[in-house]
Structures are given as C-alpha cells and as structure tokens.
C-alpha cells in the first residue's frame, strides 16, 4: 500500500470504526488524514490534545464527552488491519521512530516509541495493571504529591477498565509458552497470574507487536479515538506539532507542518503548516517528545530546569529456554502470564513473543549457528523482566532542526544488580518447567547453559550494565509531576507550574517509574487530569 492509500484507509473504512455505526458518517467529517490536505490551514477549539497514545485518547474522549470542542493532533497515520505487516522489520519501520531502532547513548539500549494513530497502543501487548500502593505511597512522600494515590486513582482505573474490558487473559488463548510458565512459578511456589489486558475477543495469534490483525485489542484507534469523534472530537492525522504558541503566562495553541505517512517526521517538501488556536493545549506526545518540543518553543515551562531531566525507563532483559519437546511459541497471547512475587526487589516478570528478527537480535552467534537457533524456535519459550531502576537516570535533549530527540540514560551498577538477579529467577524457572537449556543472553557468559547449577553464572559480575541485552520501551519522567514548583514541570493535575493553560499528559509526568507496564496508569492520570481541566474550562 503506498503513502497515500494508507491515509485514505482506515477512517474510512470499517476497521477503524470497530464495527461501522451511525456515528462513522458524521466522523467522516471530523477526521482528517494526509491525502486530503491540500493548503496551508488554521483552526479553533476550545481544547487542542497533541498525541493520540493511551494518554491523549483518554484525555480527548474525557473533555470531548464534558461537551467541550477538542482538537486531537496526531503526527503518524492510521492504520487497518490490511496496513499491518507481519514482517517485524517492515512492521518497526512503519510504526516506530527512527524505524523502531532508537538507542539510548550512555548505556546503549534501544527504545520503541510508535508514531500513528493510538500511538503505543497499536503495538504493545495491551497490559494493564495497577500498581501496587506502595509505589504511589513513593511517590506521594518524595514528590509532595497529596491526591495520588491508590485508592483515589481507582475510580478512574475502574471506569477505564469498563471501557476497554480489561480482564484476565483466559485460558483458552494463553498457548503453551505461557502455561509453561504458570507451571514453573508453580513448581518453585511462587505466585503468578493471568495478564489482564484490553483486548476483546482475542484469539492468541502472538502478533501483538506488528498490530492485532483480528482487531481484538482494544487499541485507542478503535476504543478511546472513535468514542471521541462520537462525543464531537475532531481528529487531524499526519500532522506534526513543531512549536507551542505562548503569550505571557498563557499558551495560545499550537503550529507545525502536514507530514506524509512513513515519511519518518520529514515533510519532504509538501507540509502545508498549520496552527490551531485553543483556550488550553494538552501535550500527550510521549516522554521522549513532549520534552522536546517544549526545548523547540523556547524552553517553555522550565523554570525549574526539570523539562527533559530525570529520565527513567524499566529496562527489560529476557531468557529463551529450549524445550525437548515442540512449545509452538507463534501462538498465545504475546504476554499472557506475569509475576508480581519480586516487586518489592524491583522486578517484574511475564512471558513475551516477538516477531523471529526481532528475536534474532538478541540470539547469539551468525550463519550456521544462528540458522541452528532458528531452528530450535518451536521448542522455545522467552520470558524477560522489567525493573525499577529508580537510580538509573538520563536525560532527551533537542537536535538542531529535528523533533527526534537525543536520549542518554545510564544503568546504575545498583540497578544492574536487580537485573542479575531477575535473570538468575527466570533461568532458575525454566529449569523448574524442564527446559534443556537456555539462552541468557549475557555477553561474557557461555552463549548456553544447561542446567539449574550452571545457570549460577547469571551471579557472576560479568553479568553488568556494559553486558546485558536490554530493551526499554516504558519510558517515564522528563516532565515529571512535583508539588514543589521548583523540582517539577507540573503540579499534580498535569498543569505546568510555569504557565496557566499548558497540560502534560504522558507518562513523562510520572514522578518515578511504576514497577508495573505503564500504560494504565498514564491513562488513569490523563482521566484525572481531564476531568479537572472539563471544569476549569
Ligand atoms: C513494543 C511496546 C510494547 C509495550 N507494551 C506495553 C504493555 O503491554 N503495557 C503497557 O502498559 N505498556 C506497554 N508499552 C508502553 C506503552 O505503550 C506506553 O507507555 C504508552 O503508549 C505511552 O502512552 P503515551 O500516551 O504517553 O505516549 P505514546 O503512546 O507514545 O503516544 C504519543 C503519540 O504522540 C504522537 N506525537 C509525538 N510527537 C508529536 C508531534 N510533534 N505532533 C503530533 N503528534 C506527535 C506520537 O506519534 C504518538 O502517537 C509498550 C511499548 C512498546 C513500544
Ligand atoms: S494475541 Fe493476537 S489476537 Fe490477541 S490481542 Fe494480540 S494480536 Fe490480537
């Protein structure tokens, strides 16, 4: 499909609809998408929400339902079910940044950011967990937070879980790499569950990170965005926000250029600009973004010089573990099992599938060795943790003349030390379900290990920041939310301290990363926060 089909496609067809009703004509009107731009153009709104991610969706839905005239600005495409590819490459191409292979500088680790319609939604594996009181008792001593907490937050995790029914992972589709896994934490007693996540109807295909082709999980493209256009939002695609337009301590909307589809954020020489002119912006574009182009629009809402700092990510690492026996690991729920039993040591653990190049990435060895590790795929099982490095920080600064931005992060020895142990679990676990052997995935360590007693090599110090084979696609904090206006950029209903009608609205505003996948967090704040602005307006 060529650049400008796919901005004809979705909206106008059914996919996107989730099922075409009576609303899909009047939608028509109000969505916008790359071929039909055709002149420079400016509009009005009462709310103008940037990013149309889990955050941005929410927030639109909640100010457009409030009876407000929403704008939601999105620079990637939407996408159909005849767009996705299933080819990982091709896939991360189309529907990440800078391809899907941005890296961290400093500790070199890639991070998947998505640019389209849904933003992460469309390839994530559609967890939704709550995090435990704990965490936001961290956060509410150390941040002067006084409303965030569990059990005020639950109302809004209750109404969006109604929304996008989020349940557990049921049996039927949960495939042997993922009961392997239940069996092992039985074997070796500890507590592990079904993921809970939102999709409908979902069938196992494993395809989760290309996009749901059977449209069951309830990506904001087909749950939060249509019920927005529903409640009267407009929603422009293929548009890129490049400046936010200040006057005094207000912000009067927002400017920026048409870019075509794939196009990696280059208007190539067509982008009509644009502005949009609204009573309050609301930034959603993502950590790695929002920072950015608050730097582009002359460093706006930096008084505490917070705007890109602290940035956090939950580094994840991963075991393959080889069965004797055929484990067909293409179907189930990408992640359908997880273990909360570590969270107070800083990991979490789940069952993970990815497309085979992706996998191939982190397989040791090339040519005949790496054939042969192609080969034993259908007796593998992967299972990986993601970790609460909280002293683990870096920092997104701008580029000159580019909106990608430029991430240096650094894993602390400490934190690393919590991934050691994470690893030693996971091999442990494999050995409990009865694997042959394993892939660690360590540089230095043996590129196999065969059994529970070797696998103490995971506690050797090999296994440090410089070794491991990270990945960080929960990415947190460079505009975080402080109650001290001189150690944060928003206070606790996403408003910039610095600036009366500016919100975030991403996960950048999380003061600390979550311990759990963030994504409903990110969209019970955006709710919160919502709500608030409705009132204010
Ligand atoms: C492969 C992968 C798997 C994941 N799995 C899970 C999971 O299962 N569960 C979970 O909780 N989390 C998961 N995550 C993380 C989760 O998807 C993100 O935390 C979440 O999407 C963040 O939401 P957001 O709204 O803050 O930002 P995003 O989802 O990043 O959305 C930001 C949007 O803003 C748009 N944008 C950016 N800049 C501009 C601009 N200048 N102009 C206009 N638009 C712009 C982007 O194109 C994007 O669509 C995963 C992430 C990845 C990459
Ligand atoms: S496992 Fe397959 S059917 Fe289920 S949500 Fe993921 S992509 Fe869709």
Not at 230 to 254: E, F, K, Y
Not at 315 to 330: N, T, Y
Request: glycine share 10%; net charge neutral.
């Amino acid at each position: 499909m060529d650049e400008m089909s796919v901005g004809k496609g979705d909206l106008r067809g059914e996919d996107v609809s989730g099922g075409a009703g009576d609303w899909l004509a009047a939608a028509r009107e109000r969505v916008r998408v790359f071929a039909q731009y055709d002149h420079a153009f400016e509009e009005q709104a009462d709310v103008v929400v940037v990013g149309s991610g889990p955050c941005g969706a929410v927030a639109a839905y909640e100010l457009a339902c409030a009876g407000h005239d929403v704008i939601l600005l999105e620079e990637g495409p939407p996408f159909t079910v005849r767009d996705f590819e299933l080819d990982g490459n091709l896939s991360m191409a189309r529907t990440l940044r800078e391809g899907g292979l941005r890296m961290t500088r400093g500790t070199t680790m890639p991070t998947m950011q998505a640019i389209a319609l849904g933003g992460g939604s469309l390839v994530n594996s559609a967890i939704c967990v709550r995090p435990p009181e704990s965490v936001f008792d961290r956060w509410a001593t150390r941040f002067d937070l006084e409303r965030t907490d569990r059990m005020s937050l639950d109302p809004h995790f209750d109404a969006i879980s109604g929304f996008l029914g989020i349940a557990p992972t049921p049996d039927e589709v949960q495939g042997r790499r993922n009961r392997l896994f239940r069996d092992a934490c039985d074997a070796m007693g500890i507590a592990s569950e079904p993921i809970s996540r939102n999709v409908r109807g979902c069938r196992g295909s494993g395809e989760c990170l290309t996009g749901c082709r059977s449209r069951a999980k309830q990506s904001m493209d087909i749950s939060y965005v249509p019920a927005a256009l529903r409640a009267g939002a407009r929603v422009l695609t293929s548009v890129q926000v490049q400046q936010i337009r200040r006057s005094g301590r207000r912000v009067t909307g927002v400017s920026g250029q048409v870019v075509a589809p794939f196009s990696r954020g280059n208007p190539r020489g067509l982008g009509h600009r644009f502005r949009v002119d609204a009573k309050a912006v609301v930034l959603a574009a993502g950590c790695t973004a929002t920072p950015v182009l608050l730097q582009h629009s002359d460093d706006l809402a930096n008084a505490s010089g917070q705007v890109g700092q602290n940035l956090q990510f939950h580094p994840g690492v991963a075991i393959a573990g080889v069965f004797p026996e055929a484990v067909d690991p293409q179907f189930g729920a990408a992640q359908g099992y997880q273990s909360l039993a570590f969270l107070e040591e800083g990991f979490k653990l789940e069952t993970l599938w990815a497309p085979p190049p992706l996998l191939a990435i982190r397989f040791p060895g090339l040519g005949e060795q790496l054939q042969t590790r192609f080969a034993e795929l259908p007796n593998m099982a992967i299972w990986d943790a993601i970790a609460s490095t909280h002293r683990s920080l870096g920092r997104v600064r701008k580029r000159f003349r580019s909106l990608e931005p430029t991430l240096h992060w650094r894993l602390h020895p400490d934190d690393a030390v919590i991934l050691r142990r994470a690893l030693r679990v996971i091999a442990e676990l494999f050995f409990a379900a009865g694997a042959r052997k394993i892939l660690p995935g360590v540089v230095g360590l043996p590129d196999t290990i065969a059994n529970a007693e070797q696998a103490a090599l995971l506690d050797s110090a090999l296994v440090k920041a410089g070794n491991l084979v990270m990945g960080g696609n929960h990415v947190f904090c460079t505009t975080r939310m402080h109650g001290d206006p001189t150690r944060g950029v928003v206070d606790e209903d996403g408003r910039c301290h610095d600036l009366e009608n500016l919100y975030i609205a991403d996960t950048g505003i999380f003061p600390q990363c979550p311990s759990v996948n963030p994504m409903l967090t990110g969209m019970a704040l955006a709710r919160r926060q919502a709500l608030t602005l409705a009132d204010r307006l």
